[in-house]
């Protein structure tokens, strides 16, 4: 069979899926067919506008890339309508905001606090060279010292992934975490300066309208309708067939399968028993809000909270990435909170502890005019990073590629480290690219080369 006859099946319409159509659409492969159960594509890059006219996202999206060619394409699909933010980030801790990155700003502390932090990162400086750490909490450690361990990294993190450092790895870090230039940081607590360039998404665009998901949106349409079904799930996979089931009924062949639902789905529907991997939950919780949001909040794009005694661990003023996020710019703006849970819970309960919380922090006045209050849970949140994950993965994914499955995407190929939208379109991109022409997949394979 030449690589033209290869039927290719494709599930999934976020950006994986839709990198991947792309993909084959660009290199002119035509016998394709794109699946999802969904009435819209986007995947947890989509977007939502509730009965109040605001526009939500599912979580905190920003738009930066590591790869030229996912940036020409995103250029391509909101062509030239979005707008470009310098990143102005912090961390609430001990009733301060300290600018983002934490660990080069702690001259924001107090004086005690701060003190402690810096003899931390001292003697980690000192101590750590050629120490292999066991898991995630002992890097943190081994990198910050217990100041920055206490107060910031090991709370955050807890919050974050709804367990402790401990039961994760620490090989995924990357550049997900910066870690610490002590000369650097003595330097800026000598002149009092913030340092807040690190990372890749100092800089970051965003859509003028219809919020992250216009991008996804925008580039489906641009794909041949006839290969692309939305409201058709995937129920029943035969390997050893090569076919797959549609809750529909109707039964498609494929040769080579693209997917980028959660490998754990996957592994079921394949017969194979089910593999040791781990998801955050989440619940977004979206507040639009009558007038101008306070001074503290006016440039802020988000900020991340670490104390145990506050539910959320991120809020993002979504008001600030564009105006047209909500319906009257002018005299309205909007606050979007994200919470780790263990589970769907008592919607209205969580609202309540939301605004104490958003209240106490400072974000929002005792008696806020409300304008909207939506709410989504998210079942598939963050692929966690657990100590067991690479061995589950080393042992599933070569199984099924040996029966031309490819599980890719944020939950597709389970890699945190690459999950970003960037990272996930580009996995689409170059599964299609092995399939058709039998390159390596650099994103999936050496996340330390594409995240360099």
Same mark, same amino acid.
């Given at each position: 069979?030449?690589?033209? =006859?290869?039927?290719?099946?494709?599930?999934?319409?976020?950006?994986?899926?839709?990198?991947?159509?792309?993909?084959?659409?660009?290199?002119?492969?035509?016998?394709?067919?794109?699946?999802?159960?969904?009435?819209?594509?986007?995947?947890?890059?989509?977007?939502?506008?509730?009965?109040?006219? @605001?526009?939500?996202?599912?979580?905190?999206?920003?738009?930066?890339?590591?790869? /030229?060619?996912?940036?020409?394409?995103?250029?391509?699909?909101?062509?030239?309508?979005?707008?470009?933010?310098?990143?102005?980030?912090?961390?609430?801790?001990?009733?301060?905001?300290?600018?983002?990155?934490?660990?080069?700003?702690?001259?924001?502390?107090?004086?005690?606090?701060?003190?402690?932090?810096?003899?931390?990162?001292?003697?980690?400086?000192?101590?750590?060279?050629?120490?292999?750490?066991?898991?995630?909490?002992?890097?943190?450690?081994?990198?910050?010292?217990?100041?920055?361990?206490?107060?910031?990294?090991?709370?955050?993190?807890?919050?974050?992934?709804?367990?402790?450092?401990?039961?994760?790895?620490?090989?995924?870090?990357?550049?997900?975490?910066?870690?610490?230039?002590?000369?650097?940081?003595?330097?800026?607590?000598?002149?009092?300066?913030?340092?807040?360039?690190? %990372?890749?998404?100092?800089?970051?665009?965003?859509?003028?309208?219809?919020?992250?998901?216009?991008?996804?949106?925008?580039?489906?349409?641009?794909?041949?309708?006839?290969?692309?079904?939305?409201?058709?799930?995937?129920?029943?996979?035969?390997? =050893?067939?090569?076919?797959?089931?549609?809750?529909?009924?109707?039964?498609?062949?494929?040769?080579?399968?693209?997917?980028?639902?959660?490998?754990?789905?996957?592994?079921?529907?394949?017969?194979? /028993?089910?593999?040791?991997?781990?998801?955050?939950?989440?619940?977004?919780?979206?507040?639009?809000?009558? %007038?101008?949001?306070?001074?503290?909040?006016?440039?802020?794009?988000?900020?991340?909270?670490?104390?145990?005694?506050?539910?959320?661990?991120?809020?993002?003023?979504?008001?600030?990435?564009?105006? #047209?996020?909500?319906?009257?710019?002018?005299?309205?703006?909007?606050?979007? @909170?994200?919470?780790?849970?263990?589970?769907?819970?008592?919607?209205?309960?969580?609202?309540?502890?939301?605004?104490?919380?958003? #209240?106490?922090?400072?974000?929002?006045?005792?008696?806020?005019?409300?304008?909207? #209050?939506?709410?989504?849970?998210?079942?598939?949140?963050?692929?966690?990073?657990?100590?067991?994950?690479?061995?589950?993965?080393?042992?599933?994914?070569?199984?099924?590629?040996?029966?031309?499955?490819?599980?890719?995407?944020?939950?597709?190929?389970?890699?945190?480290?690459?999950?970003?939208?960037?990272?996930?379109?580009?996995?689409?991109?170059?599964?299609?690219?092995?399939?058709?022409?039998?390159?390596?997949?650099?994103?999936?394979?050496?996340?330390?080369?594409?995240?360099?």
């Amino acid at each position: 069979m030449s690589a033209g =006859d290869t039927r290719i099946l494709i599930i999934g319409a976020g950006p994986c899926g839709l990198g991947a159509a792309w993909r084959l659409e660009q290199a002119g492969h035509r016998n394709w067919l794109l699946l999802e159960r969904e009435a819209y594509p986007g995947g947890l890059a989509s977007s939502f506008v509730d009965t109040a006219g @605001f526009t939500w996202d599912v979580g905190g999206h920003v738009i930066f890339s590591h790869y /030229d060619l996912f940036t020409s394409v995103v250029d391509d699909a909101i062509a030239g309508r979005y707008l470009e933010h310098q990143r102005d980030a912090c961390v609430h801790l001990l009733g301060r905001y300290v600018p983002y990155p934490f660990q080069y700003n702690i001259h924001r502390l107090p004086a005690d606090v701060r003190d402690e932090c810096l003899e931390g990162l001292r003697r980690a400086a000192e101590t750590a060279a050629g120490k292999d750490p066991k898991n995630f909490g002992e890097w943190i450690d081994l990198t910050f010292g217990p100041g920055i361990a206490r107060h910031f990294m090991r709370p955050y993190n807890a919050k974050v992934w709804g367990r402790p450092p401990e039961e994760l790895d620490w090989r995924w870090i990357g550049e997900r975490v910066a870690v610490p230039d002590v000369a650097r940081i003595t330097e800026n607590i000598r002149l009092s300066r913030d340092d807040v360039a690190w %990372g890749p998404n100092n800089t970051f665009r965003f859509p003028l309208t219809g919020g992250t998901g216009a991008i996804w949106r925008n580039l489906a349409q641009k794909l041949p309708p006839d290969k692309f079904r939305l409201n058709a799930e995937a129920v029943a996979l035969d390997l =050893d067939a090569r076919t797959c089931r549609t809750a529909s009924g109707e039964l498609l062949h494929y040769d080579c399968l693209i997917t980028t639902m959660p490998l754990t789905t996957l592994a079921l529907l394949a017969g194979f /028993d089910p593999p040791p991997l781990e998801a955050t939950s989440a619940y977004i919780f979206g507040l639009g809000l009558e %007038g101008r949001p306070p001074e503290l909040l006016r440039t802020k794009c988000w900020i991340y909270f670490p104390a145990p005694d506050c539910p959320f661990y991120r809020v993002t003023v979504f008001s600030n990435y564009s105006p #047209q996020n909500v319906p009257h710019p002018t005299r309205q703006w909007a606050l979007m @909170f994200e919470w780790c849970v263990p589970g769907k819970g008592d919607t209205a309960a969580l609202w309540e502890r939301t605004l104490a919380s958003a #209240q106490q922090a400072g974000l929002i006045p005792d008696a806020p005019k409300i304008a909207s #209050q939506w709410s989504k849970f998210v079942p598939h949140c963050y692929p966690v990073p657990t100590l067991g994950r690479d061995a589950a993965l080393n042992n599933l994914l070569p199984r099924l590629e040996a029966a031309g499955v490819y599980s890719r995407g944020r939950f597709g190929a389970w890699k945190y480290e690459v999950g970003n939208t960037d990272h996930s379109f580009m996995q689409g991109v170059e599964a299609a690219d092995r399939i058709l022409h039998g390159r390596e997949e650099t994103t999936l394979n050496h996340p330390e080369i594409v995240n360099r």
